[in-house]
């Protein structure tokens, strides 16, 4: 490592305990005292770098107290405190340690500048996941809506279809049993043949009545009673079997 020529100015605090020591311990205290803190400064600043000079400057201020201190007993000082004040390095390393500090900020403020990026673009990366998820459950749940729907709509059909089969079947087994009834009473059997009479004579007016429909009748009234007659057997059998059943 290059060793770099600094110049450190500083201020020491000592104070006389020892007036005798002082006076014969050594030529001139003063002067002893503030070349020990040179010494001893010297040695201090060779072990570390630069750098680190600017940052430990407490460390360094105790340390040479500590180093003064043990031998200005001897000479009847005290040393209360060490300051370094300035520290001057030279023209080129200075500019060279104000190049090194703006590259560093500048490599910080690069940093920073990349990492909000990336967070800005996690962010947006978050947020369309975010959108995509809440929209692929909106159309889920509108899906299941839907089908819900559909399945509620065909019960309902089904349902009114089977009622309305179920209200047309029993509608149909009451009249025939109303029918019934009135078939078992004192003539009704002769009742029902007057209005079957009636309603083959309307069917056969009503063809009449078509002009362009040729119809042909029965020769006599002898068949349209045989037919009558028929179709009242034929009823007669089918009640027969329902109240056996």
């Known amino acids: 490592m290059d060793n770099v020529n600094v110049q450190i100015g500083g201020v020491l605090y000592v104070k006389i305990v020892d007036p005798k020591l002082a006076s014969y311990g050594v030529e001139n205290p003063l002067y002893a ?7 001893t400064m010297r040695s201090e600043l060779g072990k570390i770098t630069l750098d680190k000079t600017f940052v430990e400057r407490e460390s360094l201020n105790a340390k040479i107290v500590i180093a003064i201190g043990e031998a200005a007993k001897h000479w009847g000082l ?14 080129a390393v ?15 403020a690069q940093i920073l500048e ?7 673009d996690i962010n947006i990366a978050e947020g369309k996941k975010n959108a995509m998820i809440l929209i692929a459950e909106g159309n ?24 309305g089969i179920l209200v047309k ?7 025939i049993a109303v029918v019934s009834h009135e078939l078992e009473k004192v003539g009704g059997v002769e009742a029902a043949s007057l209005r079957v009479a009636e309603q083959y004579v ?44």
């Open 33 to 39: 005292v503030i070349q020990l803190a040179q010494t």
């Open 140 to 163: 889920k749940s509108a899906v299941i809506l839907a089908s819900e729907a559909a399945m509620l709509d065909q019960t309902n059909r089904a349902q009114g279809e089977a009622n």
């Open 78 to 91: 005290q040393c209360l405190r060490y300051e370094i004040r300035d520290i001057s390095p030279p023209h």
């Open 94 to 108: 200075k500019v060279a340690m104000e190049l090194q500090a703006e590259a560093e900020r500048k490599k910080r």
């Open 202 to 245: 309307d069917a056969y007016r009503a063809i009449a009545k078509l002009g362009t429909t040729t119809v042909f009748l029965p020769s006599g009234a002898s068949e349209t009673s045989t037919a009558i007659g028929q179709a009242l057997t034929l009823y007669k059998t089918m009640l027969g079997k329902e109240n056996a059943d």
């Open 169 to 175: 079947a029993e509608a149909t087994a009451k009249g």
């Open 114 to 120: 990349s990492e909000g990026e990336r967070q800005a």
